[in-house]
């Protein structure tokens, strides 16, 4: 069984970076380099609307101190020691500092605040965060035999993942008019420090940070024993699953960039008389964009503003590729763009392939070849046999003759 857990963590991690994203493998701290290291990174793709709700002239509250033996320690702004016998201790954000330190159990990572306020206690042999973000913690501890337990910790150190709550009590709800009389029972959730080994068998990562509701999400592919398989689902950071665990593969393609989340799901449930490898498009509310279907890949075709665009494309019997156009396009038959209500913009009798240095795409209809931009408007009208893309020289075919491109449209 612990070899199949770890078979599972690494297909896990092979699955959830979106290639269209081109998101990295990272860990908050560049010391750590333990078996969790699965997130995306968003540096690069966070909206302004991020960074606006930042001040940037805060700075952390407090003193990182090289002692002589290469041992750190916290001291606050008066010298005061908060912390000591620190090893690659990291500042995150001007907020918190992620750091190892010697326990009964060996080597363990923590996350502290500026004033030496433990927000992850130091139980884990890794600790994942977002780069840029540091909106929670992904923790984990390495077991015999290859298996590896995880969580997720809030920055207010809270349990997200697995949750944990206190017995039930009654809070005073207002009644909307100002009184308070009334009582409703409500659960109150558990700090890392009270139950730091709060862990189980399961492959997490993080998927997308909403800038706008300030809002993180995880895709948690729980690990089970022989002869069942592992499903994967997507919880919020209210300990919700807003998509149940109930697929093979959910893959995330649009993180970070200020919009809601939209991922690509593969499934081989019985969707007809036999069992078949499908993908759909789903937002990050459990919506189907795009129907579960055999032999088609999706991608993000446009996602710089508010409206996004899909590029489907179909693919030949049997393939089960997934990706970007550039990299499967000897698989692909036909192709759509599609808009985030589901709605057909643009059809193409071939793959829909972007020219190598210009912001254009070829299509192709009724036997020809077009152009159209990045937000899928008309260039070209489909009137040429063929082209040929040399990078900064394109060519196209008509009636026999090849043109230069630059000859018949201006190019950037």
């Known amino acids: 069984m612990d070899m199949l857990i770890k078979k599972l963590i690494d297909s896990f991690y092979a699955n959830v970076l979106p290639i269209s994203v081109f998101c990295l493998t990272v860990v908050a701290s560049v010391l750590i380099t333990t078996s969790a290291q699965a997130t995306i990174n968003c540096a690069g793709y966070l909206p302004n609307s991020y960074f606006e709700r930042i001040d940037d002239d805060s700075k952390f509250a407090g003193k990182l101190i090289e002692s002589a033996d290469s041992s750190q320690q916290l001291e606050d702004l008066n010298g005061k020691v908060l912390l000591d016998n620190l090893t690659d201790a990291y500042i995150l954000m001007n907020k918190y500092l992620l750091a190892s330190k010697d326990t009964v159990s060996g080597k363990k990572y923590g996350v502290v605040t500026a004033t030496g306020e433990v927000i992850v206690p130091f139980a884990y042999d890794d600790i994942v965060t977002e780069p840029d973000i540091y909106t929670s ?237 990045d937000r899928a408007n008309m260039v070209l009208a489909p009137q040429f046999d063929s082209y040929r893309d040399e990078g900064n020289k394109v060519w196209v075919e008509k009636q026999g003759k090849m043109f230069d491109l630059a000859t018949l449209i201006e190019l950037d």
């Open 137 to 373: 913690f992904i923790v984990s501890i390495d077991m015999p035999n290859g298996l590896i337990k995880q969580g997720i910790v809030d920055r207010e150190g809270y349990w997200i993942y697995p949750a944990v709550n206190n017995a039930p009590q009654q809070r005073r709800i207002d009644n909307g008019y100002g009184n308070y009389r009334y009582a409703q029972p409500t659960q109150r959730l558990i700090e890392a420090v009270d139950v730091p080994l709060n862990l189980t068998a399961a492959a997490i990562s993080h998927a997308h940070y909403d800038s706008d509701n300030d809002r993180d999400y995880f895709l948690i592919k729980s690990l089970v024993g022989a002869g069942k398989s592992a499903q994967v689902g997507l919880l919020n950071d209210q300990s919700n699953w807003v998509i149940a665990q109930q697929y093979d593969e959910l893959q995330p393609l649009n993180a970070c960039n200020g919009q809601p989340l939209y991922l690509q799901a593969i499934s081989t449930k019985a969707f007809t008389s036999k069992m078949q490898r499908q993908t759909a498009l789903l937002d990050q509310n459990a919506s189907v964009i795009i129907p579960f279907a055999a032999n088609q890949n999706i991608e993000v075709f446009n996602s710089r503003d508010s409206s996004t665009l899909f590029l489907r494309s179909d693919l030949i019997e049997g393939s089960t590729a997934t990706g970007m156009t550039e990299d499967i396009k000897n698989d692909i038959v036909s192709a759509q763009i599609i808009d985030a209500k589901g709605k057909v913009i643009l059809l193409s009798e071939s793959a829909i392939v972007k020219l190598l240095y210009h912001q254009l795409y070829a299509y192709k209809q009724d036997g020809k070849f077009g152009l159209i931009d």
